[in-house]
Every structure is written in structure tokens, then in C-alpha cells.
């Protein structure tokens, strides 16, 4: 009985050094995703704070697409949940347009994953 008590100490305690360990790598990934958006942004005047925030409308992410790619795209200029998610919507359909290989453009896919992954939990402001 004791052993089993000690096990399932030590397992714990290895459980909670993992989640530390994915939480600083998460925080890392979103930090150095953000800068690199903040650098493209940079061109047309535009800058995030909140990878996860600051995306989820779309806007930002069509003009990081537009600055990418040189391209214009069109966007909803609403703020209700619809018009948030057809912008994220524009921006999917464009990538697809042009045939965005997901193995050979990982900042766009962390970015897209990370986009859709936002904009299907409920703004907090609705």
C-alpha cells in the first residue's frame, strides 16, 4: 500500500514537471510567433500583442497574408461574430487558392491553427 502511495507521489510530481515544461514551450512558441507577425505587420503600420487575441477577427491575419504575399484581399468590416469569422474564412480560402503547402510554411500553419483554434470559443465581449 505504501508503495503504491510513493508511485503515485512520484508520478504526479513528474506529471506536474511536464506541464511546466509544455506551459514555457507554449509560451515560447507564442512569443516567437508573435514577433515574427509583429515584423511583417511592421510594413503596413500594424501590431499585435496577443497572438491569440489579436488574430481571432481576421484583420490582422488578411493584412499579414497581403503583406506576404503582395496581394489584396477582401475583408467584412463588421464586428459581429460572423463578420470575425468570414474574415478567418477569406484568409483559409486564399491560402487553399494558392495552394499553401503546410510543410513548407509552418509560421502560416502555427498561425491558422492557432487562429481557428480561437475563433471557435465564444468572444468574451458577445
Known sequence: MMYLLKEQKELRSHLVTL???MDERDRVQKKTFTKWINQHLLKVR???NDLYEDLRDG???ISL???LSGDTLPRERG???F???QNVQIALDYLKRRQVRID???YILYILLYTY???CQPFSSE
Request: proline share 0%; charged share 25%; aromatic share 0%.
Open 104 to 106: 513548407q510554411n509552418k
Open 83 to 85: 463578420h470575425r469569422l
Open 65 to 67: 497574408l497581403e503583406v
Open 19 to 21: 506541464m511546466c515544461c
Open 79 to 81: 464586428r459581429m461574430r
Open 46 to 48: 500594424k501590431h499585435i
Open 117 to 119: 483554434i480561437h475563433s
Open 59 to 61: 484583420h490582422n491575419l
